[in-house]
């Protein structure tokens, strides 16, 4: 037994038994109130129904993990919504939740992480969409499709918490080490649009195409949140929303498809770069060779001139 804690040593996922949603109810009641409080915990078991059916091969104990990080999650962010981030300190969330502050940063290595506790989750569907990219399919598409496939547990998510979505953003925004941390993980996402782009077209990733092309498509990223804000506050729920903010997207998907379509050819081939080098010196070294040519086939003439004319 964990004297720290109160759980077994060798489970810290105790969280994840019902008695543990329990706790946070508890905690997000008191920090939110009781009507805030029932609708996440409809909202999470909404979201674990969504997961048995996307994940049905998954084994106890990575569930009980993937549990107890939501509640811990849940609850910490509750108490930055309340009191404000600097106000609440990591030991105090672990104290409310009942677990050590070691616990906690067993599962989140920062006190930001806290809140943005899916990005690494975002990040390996976004470098798996690029990777499973067929070779004639819009970089564009597969990132806005990836964007889109993000958004199944906020589709659970109830309306009447939706309304948090905009607090959440002024958080951040009013934040300096949030803020700091959501343009770190914007810049990590360029770098693995980067990185799986120069892979693909065979190119360094610090070349200026696939740069340039990752911070694009990092771009969808920052406009998919800024429109699901945005039409929140304009009143728009459940299905309208979903299809203002896919709307924005793709308003800004063809805005950057002409330019990243010219990276497409690029990609296509695992060398194209030094192909088109190779091609360009075998051209000019045709056109010597033509020129070459002409000047023996002029002279040869010549001499055949010369030998009518004095014969």
């Not at 609708?39 to 078991?45: A, F, G, N, T, V």
């Not at 023996?296 to 014969?311: L, T």
């Amino acid at each position: 037994m964990d004297s720290d804690t109160g759980l077994d040593a060798d489970d810290e996922e105790a969280l994840g038994h019902p008695s543990g949603d329990d706790v946070i109810h508890r905690l997000i009641s008191d920090e939110l109130g009781d009507p805030v409080a029932e609708l996440m915990r409809q909202s999470r078991r909404a979201q674990e129904l969504w997961r048995k059916r996307a994940h049905p091969h998954e084994g106890l104990r990575e569930r009980k993990r993937r549990l107890t990080r939501q509640l811990i999650s849940d609850a910490a962010t509750s108490m930055f919504v309340s009191r404000g981030f600097d106000n609440v300190k990591v030991s105090e969330v672990a104290e409310r939740v009942g677990v050590s502050e070691k616990t906690v940063y067993n599962y989140f290595p920062t006190k930001e992480a806290l809140v943005l506790d899916r990005a690494d989750e975002s990040l390996d569907q976004l470098a798996q969409a690029l990777r499973a990219r067929r070779p004639a399919e819009s970089l564009t598409d597969v990132v806005v499709r990836a964007l889109e496939a993000d958004t199944h547990d906020f589709d659970e998510t109830p309306d009447e918490l939706i309304q948090f979505v905009p607090k959440f953003a002024e958080m951040i925004d009013g934040t300096p080490a949030l803020r700091a941390a959501w343009l770190e993980l914007h810049d990590r996402v360029a770098k693995v649009a980067r990185d799986e782009l120069a892979v693909q077209a065979g190119v360094d990733p610090s070349d200026p195409e696939p740069t340039a092309a990752g911070r694009a498509l990092a771009g969808l990223a920052v406009v998919a949140f800024e429109s699901r804000v945005r039409h929140i506050v304009g009143g728009l729920r459940g299905q309208a929303l979903r299809e203002a903010v896919s709307d924005d997207l793709e308003r800004a998907a063809r805005l950057l498809e002409v330019g990243l379509w010219s990276f497409g050819l690029l990609a296509r081939g695992a060398k194209a770069k030094g192909q088109a080098v190779q091609a360009a010196k075998a051209a000019d070294e045709a056109r010597v060779q033509v020129v070459k040519a002409l000047k023996q086939a002029r002279a040869a003439w010549s001499e055949v001139h010369r030998h009518r004319r004095d014969g």
